[in-house]
């Protein structure tokens, strides 16, 4: 399937509802439609875990009969998602990629899949996830390319709503996990504020985000947004921040255009994309700063050169004890990834964590101090299109590089995969990076600059 950014036809929700309200469609034909994507495509993609379609049957029924009644529960009542097989559900096992937890099914509700319930989303089934969701690859394919990664460690859920079998699906992030894979399949995604959305039992990782893959901005901010409405932040955090409409689309008048430490290994064809994108952003009126325009910009793109190998420092330290459980208790079923971050955290000392966090924190200062100096920050989100899966099966990355998508987990900021580039006819994400807390503002400015491209192409 040859990718195109301003003329590819992908599968949404919103502009849906109007048929539900008005009887010429209903959230039960709607998944029935979805339902049929997946029995012609799911033979190849391989992005589905475990579905339950009788009971998404029965919620689409009940939506159904809200919208006739007139008493819908929210904008996204009705709208089929995936969940990544990290989150527990209390209907499907969650078995989070790895064969030591085959079976596992603690049959409760995850804060998030609590809050799309009760906002009258119909969970569907969750979703292929790397084992631990971390770099050892499951079965999952690329929905424009078969032969190609979907990236990871949110593959299933990237993979599922670009093959446009729902419209939305839920991901998470450590290092580039959404932002990633969202780029290989042509997804809007929201990699939020660290702690803006609840991860619930997911609480033991420093850089843990949970995000959002949609196929467009508004199914994206409004999913995210109803959530938060339920469900709140981490303990402690204020949550996402805006209302539920998605915000409308905002002009930014500066940005800076970071390299990250990705840009070395950019291949030729994306840089040239990313470049050409800020041309057109120019010509538009739109200044861009960069790193030898501004010593601010400069420091932070420091302070970043490393975020891949110290957002990996940080996990192994704090994931050394649950990874050396598994050792003990299950021998035989972590993969060579997985196995290699154990090493490396019991090599740490705690002086040495201690280390990591005073760097993140000093990255984090840098970012700040360019709040005066920009609206948002752009760069990519991969170094390519989605690499042939069998050139990296035994890479350090063996779901592609993460060099470009890691600095937002690093840096705890917002961060929006527009599919906005296309390299080779597969998709390529820009990246639009915001201060913490400003979610709602930099969906208005990656809304603005998608409209922007897409006339100019």
Same mark, same amino acid.
């Not at 989070?96 to 799309?116: I, Y």
């Not at 469900?231 to 539920?244: I, N, T, V």
């Given at each position: 399937?040859?990718?195109?950014?301003?003329?590819?036809?992908?599968?949404?929700?919103?502009?849906?509802?109007?048929?539900?309200? $008005?009887?010429?469609?209903?959230?039960?034909?709607?998944?029935?439609?979805?339902?049929?994507?997946?029995?012609?495509?799911?033979? #190849?993609?391989?992005?589905?875990?475990?579905?339950?379609?009788?009971?998404? /049957?029965?919620?689409?029924?009940?939506?159904?009969?809200?919208?006739?009644?007139?008493?819908?529960?929210?904008? =996204?009542? *009705?709208?089929?998602?995936? =969940?990544?097989? #990290?989150?527990?559900?209390?209907?499907?096992?969650?078995?989070?990629?790895?064969?030591?937890?085959?079976?596992?099914?603690?049959?409760?509700?995850?804060?998030?899949?609590?809050?799309?319930?009760?906002?009258?989303?119909?969970?569907?089934?969750?979703?292929?996830?790397?084992?631990?969701?971390?770099?050892?690859?499951?079965?999952?394919?690329?929905?424009?390319?078969?032969?190609?990664?979907?990236? +990871?460690?949110?593959?299933?859920?990237?993979?599922?709503?670009?093959?446009?079998?729902?419209?939305?699906? =839920? +991901?998470?992030?450590?290092?580039?996990?959404?932002?990633?894979?969202?780029?290989?399949?042509?997804?809007?995604?929201?990699?939020?504020?660290?702690?803006?959305?609840?991860?619930?039992?997911?609480?033991?990782?420093?850089?843990?985000?949970? *995000? &959002?893959?949609?196929?467009?901005?508004?199914?994206?901010?409004?999913?995210?947004?109803?959530?938060?409405?339920?469900?709140?932040?981490?303990?402690?955090?204020?949550?996402? %921040?805006?209302?539920? %409409?998605?915000?409308?689309?905002?002009?930014?008048?500066?940005?800076?255009?970071?390299?990250?430490?990705?840009?070395? /290994?950019?291949?030729? $064809?994306?840089?040239?994309?990313?470049?050409?994108?800020?041309?057109?952003?120019?010509?538009?009126?739109?200044?861009?700063?960069?790193?030898?325009?501004?010593?601010?910009?400069?420091?932070?793109?420091?302070?970043?050169?490393?975020?891949?190998? @110290?957002?990996?420092?940080? =996990? !192994?330290?704090? %994931?050394?004890?649950?990874?050396?459980?598994?050792?003990?208790?299950?021998?035989?079923? @972590?993969?060579?990834?997985?196995?290699?971050?154990?090493?490396? *955290?019991?090599?740490?000392?705690?002086?040495?964590?201690?280390?990591?966090?005073?760097? /993140?924190?000093?990255?984090?200062?840098?970012?700040?101090?360019?709040?005066?100096?920009?609206?948002?920050?752009?760069?990519?989100?991969?170094?390519?299109?989605?690499?042939?899966?069998?050139?990296?099966?035994?890479?350090?990355?063996?779901? $592609?590089?993460?060099?470009?998508?890691?600095?937002?987990?690093?840096? +705890?900021?917002?961060?929006?995969?527009?599919?906005?580039?296309?390299?080779?006819? @597969?998709?390529?994400?820009?990246?639009?990076? *915001?201060?913490?807390?400003?979610?709602?503002? &930099?969906?208005?400015?990656?809304?603005?600059?998608?409209?922007? #491209?897409?006339? !100019?192409?």
């Amino acid at each position: 399937m040859t990718y195109v950014p301003s003329t590819h036809r992908a599968l949404t929700f919103h502009d849906h509802r109007a048929g539900f309200t $008005g009887g010429d469609d209903s959230p039960r034909d709607y998944l029935e439609r979805c339902l049929q994507v997946i029995a012609d495509k799911e033979g #190849l993609l391989k992005g589905w875990v475990v579905m339950n379609p009788e009971g998404a /049957r029965a919620a689409a029924d009940a939506s159904t009969q809200r919208y006739r009644q007139g008493r819908t529960l929210s904008a =996204i009542d *009705g709208m089929p998602v995936g =969940i990544k097989d #990290l989150i527990e559900t209390r209907d499907m096992p969650t078995q989070m990629g790895c064969a030591a937890f085959e079976g596992n099914f603690p049959k409760n509700d995850s804060a998030v899949v609590r809050a799309l319930r009760d906002a009258g989303a119909i969970i569907l089934g969750k979703t292929v996830t790397t084992a631990l969701g971390f770099l050892d690859p499951g079965p999952t394919t690329n929905a424009f390319d078969p032969l190609r990664t979907p990236g +990871g460690s949110s593959s299933g859920s990237a993979a599922v709503v670009g093959a446009n079998m729902v419209p939305l699906a =839920i +991901g998470s992030q450590l290092v580039g996990s959404i932002l990633r894979p969202a780029s290989f399949n042509a997804n809007w995604a929201l990699k939020p504020t660290f702690g803006a959305l609840n991860r619930g039992e997911r609480l033991g990782l420093s850089q843990a985000h949970l *995000g &959002i893959h949609a196929n467009c901005v508004e199914d994206m901010w409004t999913a995210a947004a109803e959530i938060a409405l339920r469900a709140g932040g981490d303990p402690g955090h204020p949550g996402l %921040q805006g209302s539920c %409409q998605p915000p409308a689309a905002i002009r930014p008048r500066r940005l800076v255009a970071l390299e990250t430490e990705g840009w070395a /290994r950019a291949e030729p $064809g994306a840089r040239d994309a990313f470049e050409a994108c800020l041309k057109t952003l120019s010509e538009q009126g739109v200044s861009i700063l960069r790193r030898s325009d501004s010593a601010l910009v400069e420091a932070l793109e420091q302070s970043i050169s490393q975020a891949a190998a @110290l957002s990996l420092r940080l =996990i !192994s330290w704090e %994931q050394r004890w649950s990874l050396a459980n598994l050792v003990e208790n299950h021998p035989d079923t @972590l993969g060579p990834s997985l196995l290699r971050q154990l090493e490396s *955290g019991r090599n740490m000392t705690l002086a040495e964590y201690r280390e990591c966090l005073l760097l /993140r924190e000093h990255a984090r200062q840098r970012l700040a101090a360019l709040a005066t100096q920009c609206d948002a920050l752009v760069s990519l989100n991969a170094c390519g299109p989605a690499p042939l899966a069998a050139d990296i099966r035994d890479s350090k990355y063996p779901t $592609g590089d993460v060099s470009f998508a890691c600095a937002s987990s690093l840096l +705890g900021a917002p961060a929006i995969n527009v599919p906005a580039m296309a390299v080779d006819g @597969l998709p390529l994400g820009l990246q639009v990076l *915001g201060m913490a807390q400003a979610d709602a503002a &930099i969906t208005g400015i990656a809304t603005w600059l998608s409209q922007a #491209l897409h006339r !100019s192409a």
